[in-house]
């Protein structure tokens, strides 16, 4: 299927569209294609440059795409790996890719990408313009892949690089998901008891007529608090998350503060260290081994740790490899890596087989968060249940308690 594009980017300012057109190329032959333009008459003067004649152009209806993300990346990369090392030409690859994908503005992104490449834009450069779903890491190794004549093998060892990183990022929330979640539903279903259910035991206590235990005292008190002003408890809930995670968001010294704080929680703090230490090592072997210097890379392996703390150790990191200092050194001194980490990386370089020294420190580590995992997920169910059973029982058992004294009474 022929394409074409229009000869230069549109202005930000103008607003394209998706056209389909159909016509004959010079030797009569009917060709077919979609492009991208502010308006029918830049589609029908472009193709006519190109030799195209008696053509139908029709407007795309828009569709309205879901959100792009990393899982969405990850899969064009393994397809545009696949293609390439099968042969198939950069710009028609891109067609395919675009044109299979059930995401519309996955397919929009690929058309705007393979039209800056079409323009005479290296790839590279072309992922540059998008830095919101093509990091420099990314955008690195395909120019890294581009200067060596070894793009599909670079694409090819960045697809599995990120296949890697999701499945650790994946068992990460796995980990985290189920005890957040039970904590919610434990406070919803406590916030109901006490506004809904324990009023009307408080109604049935009235006539009681005898001096009610201090268990019931205490829980019809909160039960009061949470009647009366329910909606500032809900309210200042809500709002303090926003403000957390808003001032989490814009504060660098926050930032460090909770990474460095989550790395010392028990059991979770040690899934979270390992997950960056082979995130860590992960990025560094990808870059190194296809051929980024070791200063610029450690640039990409500071924004992909997903840690403050490790982010701010990779800086005085590469600092200090810039001015001399051997890598092991280096890392010794920032003093956040295990000594089997260190010992490997000096091997490593001693060897000249850091690549591969990272590659098996960072394959140990992801074993190790899958153990450290599922252990977790272990541990966590029977205190969970020990937890859950405790609060919801402790307050049956604290509004039953005068209905047990009754009895006792009667009897």
Same mark, same amino acid.
């Given at each position: 299927m022929a394409t074409a594009t229009a000869p230069a980017r549109e202005a930000k300012d103008v607003k394209v569209y998706t056209f389909y057109w159909e016509g004959k190329d010079k030797t009569g032959k009917i060709v077919k294609g979609e492009m991208r333009a502010s308006g029918e008459a830049i589609v029908n003067s472009t193709l006519r440059r190109q030799g195209i004649q008696n053509l139908k152009v029709k407007k795309v209806a828009g569709r309205r795409g879901k959100r792009i993300t990393s899982q969405d990346i990850t899969f064009f990369?393994?397809?545009?790996?696949?293609? +390439?090392?099968?042969?198939?030409?950069?710009?028609?690859?891109?067609?395919?890719v675009a044109k299979g994908h059930s995401n519309p503005s996955v397919t929009k992104?690929?058309?705007?990408?393979?039209?800056e490449v079409e323009t005479g834009s290296s790839l590279a450069q072309s992922f540059r313009k998008y830095p919101l779903?093509?990091?420099s890491l990314y955008?690195?190794?395909?120019?890294?892949g581009e200067q060596a004549g070894i793009l599909d093998t670079l694409l090819d060892r960045l697809a599995t690089y990120q296949e890697k990183i999701l499945a650790i990022k994946g068992k990460i929330k796995k980990a985290l998901f189920y005890p957040v979640s039970i904590i919610v539903v434990a406070f919803i279903?406590?916030?109901?008891? +006490?506004?809904?259910?324990?009023?009307q035991?408080?109604?049935?206590?009235?006539g009681f007529g005898a001096a009610l235990p201090a268990p019931t005292l205490f829980v019809m008190q909160i039960s009061n608090i949470f009647t009366s002003y329910w909606y500032i408890i809900f309210g200042g809930l809500f709002g303090g998350f926003w403000l957390f995670f808003n001032s989490l968001k814009r504060s660098e010294k926050m930032q460090f503060a909770m990474d460095r704080l989550s790395l010392k929680i028990p059991v979770v703090g040690d899934v979270l260290q390992k997950a960056t230490i082979a995130r860590w090592t992960r990025t560094l072997s990808t870059m190194f081994a296809a051929g980024v210097p070791l200063v610029e890379a450690l640039d990409s392996v500071a924004g992909a740790a997903g840690n403050r703390v490790y982010y701010n150790a990779t800086k005085r990191i590469q600092s200090d490899v810039s001015t001399g200092t051997s890598l092991t050194v280096s890392m010794q001194n920032s003093a956040v890596f295990p000594n089997m980490v260190l010992q490997m990386c000096a091997i490593g370089e001693e060897s000249g087989a850091l690549d591969s020294m990272l590659g098996k420190v960072a394959d140990f580590y992801e074993r190790e968060v899958d153990d450290a995992v599922d252990a977790m997920a272990s541990l966590m169910e029977p205190m969970i249940m020990v937890v859950l059973g405790g609060l919801i029982?402790?307050?049956?058992?604290?509004?039953?308690?005068?209905i047990f004294?009754?009895?006792?009474?009667?009897?």
């Amino acid at each position: 299927m022929a394409t074409a594009t229009a000869p230069a980017r549109e202005a930000k300012d103008v607003k394209v569209y998706t056209f389909y057109w159909e016509g004959k190329d010079k030797t009569g032959k009917i060709v077919k294609g979609e492009m991208r333009a502010s308006g029918e008459a830049i589609v029908n003067s472009t193709l006519r440059r190109q030799g195209i004649q008696n053509l139908k152009v029709k407007k795309v209806a828009g569709r309205r795409g879901k959100r792009i993300t990393s899982q969405d990346i990850t899969f064009f990369t393994r397809q545009l790996a696949t293609m +390439m090392k099968a042969g198939v030409p950069l710009l028609q690859a891109f067609d395919i890719v675009a044109k299979g994908h059930s995401n519309p503005s996955v397919t929009k992104l690929l058309i705007d990408i393979k039209s800056e490449v079409e323009t005479g834009s290296s790839l590279a450069q072309s992922f540059r313009k998008y830095p919101l779903y093509f990091d420099s890491l990314y955008c690195n190794l395909v120019g890294a892949g581009e200067q060596a004549g070894i793009l599909d093998t670079l694409l090819d060892r960045l697809a599995t690089y990120q296949e890697k990183i999701l499945a650790i990022k994946g068992k990460i929330k796995k980990a985290l998901f189920y005890p957040v979640s039970i904590i919610v539903v434990a406070f919803i279903v406590v916030a109901i008891i +006490m506004i809904f259910v324990i009023p009307q035991f408080k109604s049935l206590f009235d006539g009681f007529g005898a001096a009610l235990p201090a268990p019931t005292l205490f829980v019809m008190q909160i039960s009061n608090i949470f009647t009366s002003y329910w909606y500032i408890i809900f309210g200042g809930l809500f709002g303090g998350f926003w403000l957390f995670f808003n001032s989490l968001k814009r504060s660098e010294k926050m930032q460090f503060a909770m990474d460095r704080l989550s790395l010392k929680i028990p059991v979770v703090g040690d899934v979270l260290q390992k997950a960056t230490i082979a995130r860590w090592t992960r990025t560094l072997s990808t870059m190194f081994a296809a051929g980024v210097p070791l200063v610029e890379a450690l640039d990409s392996v500071a924004g992909a740790a997903g840690n403050r703390v490790y982010y701010n150790a990779t800086k005085r990191i590469q600092s200090d490899v810039s001015t001399g200092t051997s890598l092991t050194v280096s890392m010794q001194n920032s003093a956040v890596f295990p000594n089997m980490v260190l010992q490997m990386c000096a091997i490593g370089e001693e060897s000249g087989a850091l690549d591969s020294m990272l590659g098996k420190v960072a394959d140990f580590y992801e074993r190790e968060v899958d153990d450290a995992v599922d252990a977790m997920a272990s541990l966590m169910e029977p205190m969970i249940m020990v937890v859950l059973g405790g609060l919801i029982g402790g307050l049956v058992i604290a509004m039953y308690l005068p209905i047990f004294k009754m009895g006792q009474v009667v009897g």
